[in-house]
């Protein structure tokens, strides 16, 4: 019971209206989808892109992204729209539970893997030469999709699961009862949100720090131009994650330790709040980090002129 308090004492009211909260999340949305399909089309049907494995992460990533905002985000909007008067029934709010928790934590996971597959690719790049080694590496992304959704599809759906009558108002959606289980929840934490950050971290600043020692080897292997677009794309992405995702997992690592979430005030409603730009930020750096993007709008503005 004081583990259902402590989260219901979570989900306090929002100091944002409901229409604000409905317009700010509907541009941002409509905007990163934008984004999303012409960073997916670039990048599935470019010719001029020779190399999509290098590519195959990210586009994964950007594929839970759309499906993210087109499925949850959707009804976020449409709670709004309400000014936070819906009800949902329970298989209702359990479907939007497990698409919310499932692609939040199978995004997170697939950016820390792709953190360390720029690693490799860059530096270590002739692990994949083989064939067998390449398709196993590549196969990485898939396995994080499918255990997310398993993994959430059995904790969220399992018949025993108990109902627990708390509405977020930040989402609409009621708490789901792994989150006052002692031991899923604190899986849930700790291999879905801290472990993938401080893999985000360790292999960002990795990745970063070797290749300014070894500029000059880049450089005369010709693999400079190359190297350079792949870790600008993966400190763009990094950046978002720390702004938006990384101080809510803080503040959730705090709660873990027995720190009242209430001690935090009202921080902790706009932390929640505004984690949802990770997703809505994530293509719209994805697309400012194409290749040949520059020289795409130029020739369009271009020809329009």
Request: aromatic share 20%.
């Amino acid at each position: 019971m004081a583990n259902t308090m402590r989260l219901s004492s979570a989900y306090d009211e929002l100091a944002i209206s409901y229409p604000v909260r409905f317009w700010l999340f509907l541009v941002s949305s409509i905007f990163s989808i934008l984004c999303c399909l012409f960073v997916l089309y670039h990048l599935l049907f470019n010719r001029n892109i020779h190399d999509r494995s290098n590519h195959y992460t990210i586009i994964i990533l950007l594929l839970i992204d759309l499906i993210y905002e087109c499925v949850p985000m959707s009804f976020v909007l449409h709670y709004y729209r309400l000014d936070g008067n819906w009800q949902t029934t329970r298989p209702y709010t359990q479907i939007l539970q497990f698409f919310n928790f499932a692609l939040f934590a199978i995004e997170t996971i697939l950016f820390a893997w792709c953190c360390i597959e720029r690693y490799i690719l860059i530096f270590h790049s002739s692990w994949l030469r083989n064939n067998r080694k390449r398709f196993v590496f590549q196969s990485f992304s898939l396995i994080i999709v499918l255990y997310g959704f398993i993994h959430y599809g059995l904790i969220i759906f399992y018949p025993f699961c108990e109902y627990i009558p708390y509405q977020s108002t930040i989402n609409g959606a009621f708490i789901p009862c792994f989150l006052v289980d002692p031991i899923l929840s604190k899986y849930d934490l700790i291999l879905h949100q801290i472990i993938p950050l401080i893999l985000i971290f360790i292999f960002t600043f990795a990745l970063f720090i070797r290749f300014l020692k070894q500029k000059r080897q880049l450089q005369t292997q010709n693999q400079w131009h190359k190297s350079k677009k792949l870790i600008i794309q993966v400190l763009a992405i990094f950046i978002v994650f720390c702004g938006f995702q990384f101080p809510w997992t803080i503040l959730q690592l705090c709660g873990l330790f027995g720190l009242p979430l209430d001690s935090f005030g009202n921080l902790k409603n706009y932390l929640f709040f505004f984690g949802y730009y990770v997703c809505f930020l994530l293509p719209i750096v994805c697309c400012g980090t194409l290749p040949g993007l520059k020289m795409k709008l130029r020739a369009f503005f271009c020809c329009n002129n």
